[in-house]
């Protein structure tokens, strides 16, 4: 048996799923991106009315992931330590890699989950990055 879980301060998903369901004492996070949870932009990103970027900051969408996966653990009663598999969605590993592992080595400095990182051509809506985690639970 599984629990559903939705978080209130984590941006609202967008398509028909939870943000996480646990099982026994594993959490599966559904892909979180960077969408701020109170306006539904992504931080980081302006678009002209046409839908060219005019500025694209990709650290702050990488800052904004790492919040919004926060935020569904805590909403999930899980700590950032409780984290054993981060899988990472970049949409241009090139541009983007080497500036996402030096943030990501900020957050995961006492925590080191697995990582896989692949690249993708593009995600859902107009973020750069997602993660799909996996935690244990106490």
């Known amino acids: 048996m599984s629990e559903k879980i939705d978080a209130d301060k984590a941006p609202k998903p967008v398509g028909l799923y939870p943000h996480a369901r646990r099982v026994g004492n594993l ?3 559904s892909g979180i991106g960077p969408r701020d949870p109170e306006t539904d932009g992504v931080p980081g990103l302006e678009q002209s009315p046409t ?3 005019k500025s694209f900051d990709f650290e702050a969408q990488c800052h904004s992931v ?3 996966v926060r935020r569904v653990l805590e909403a999930s009663g ?3 330590e409780n984290l054993v598999d981060v899988t990472v969605f970049l949409t241009d590993m090139q541009r983007d ?3 996402y592992n030096r943030v990501y080595a900020e957050y995961f400095k006492d925590n080191q989950p697995c990582r896989t990182t692949v ?3 593009a995600l859902p809506t107009p973020i750069a990055i997602e993660l799909k985690c996996i935690a ?3």
Do not use: C, P, R, S
């Open 27 to 29: 959490l599966f996070l």
């Open 51 to 53: 839908g060219n970027y």
């Open 66 to 68: 790492f919040q919004n």
């Open 78 to 80: 899980a700590k950032w």
């Open 97 to 99: 890699f080497l500036t």
């Open 119 to 121: 690249g993708i051509d």
């Open 136 to 138: 244990v639970l106490d």
